[in-house]
């Protein structure tokens, strides 16, 4: 092989390995960390429906993934709004209920080995 087709090789292999990267963080901020994939593409489908007029059943199907906020959840619950804000604002209403529980939680968890930021 010469030093040119090694060079090129190297190359190719280079931004192929920036592709993957590429798209892998792309992906992650997509789907935040503690957003399984799963709930995200289900809260996707059921804005569509929404969308559709099909409330019901955007309902159904999101009703899983509505246990923590994310940014599918809020999309899903604002294109709700539009179409039936009771229903939304209920639906909000239990997310935000189910955060602070999250949150009261916490601050009563001692977190061992963790120092405070100061």
Same mark, same amino acid.
């Given at each position: 092989?010469?030093?040119?087709?090694?060079?090129?090789?190297?190359?190719?292999?280079?931004?192929?390995?920036?592709?993957? $990267? &590429?798209? %892998?963080?792309?992906?992650?901020? /997509?789907?935040?960390? &503690?957003?399984?994939? @799963?709930?995200?593409?289900?809260?996707?489908?059921?804005?569509?429906?929404?969308?559709?007029?099909?409330?019901?059943? %955007?309902?159904?199907? !999101? @009703? #899983?993934?509505?246990?923590?906020?994310?940014?599918?959840?809020?999309? +899903?619950?604002? !294109?709700? $709004?539009?179409?039936?804000?009771?229903? %939304?604002?209920? %639906? +909000?209403?239990?997310?935000? !209920? /189910?955060?602070?529980?999250?949150?009261?939680?916490?601050?009563?968890? #001692? +977190?061992?080995?963790?120092?405070?930021?100061?």
């Amino acid at each position: 092989m010469t030093k040119n087709s090694a060079q090129e090789f190297l190359k190719i292999l280079d931004d192929a390995n920036q592709k993957e $990267r &590429d798209e %892998a963080s792309a992906a992650a901020r /997509r789907n935040a960390a &503690d957003q399984p994939l @799963g709930a995200s593409k289900r809260l996707q489908l059921a804005r569509r429906l929404v969308q559709d007029g099909e409330i019901e059943r %955007a309902m159904e199907f !999101a @009703g #899983p993934a509505l246990n923590r906020v994310s940014i599918d959840s809020i999309f +899903f619950l604002s !294109a709700l $709004r539009e179409k039936n804000a009771q229903l %939304a604002d209920g %639906a +909000f209403n239990t997310l935000l !209920a /189910r955060s602070r529980r999250v949150i009261r939680w916490l601050m009563r968890t #001692p +977190f061992q080995g963790c120092r405070p930021i100061c």
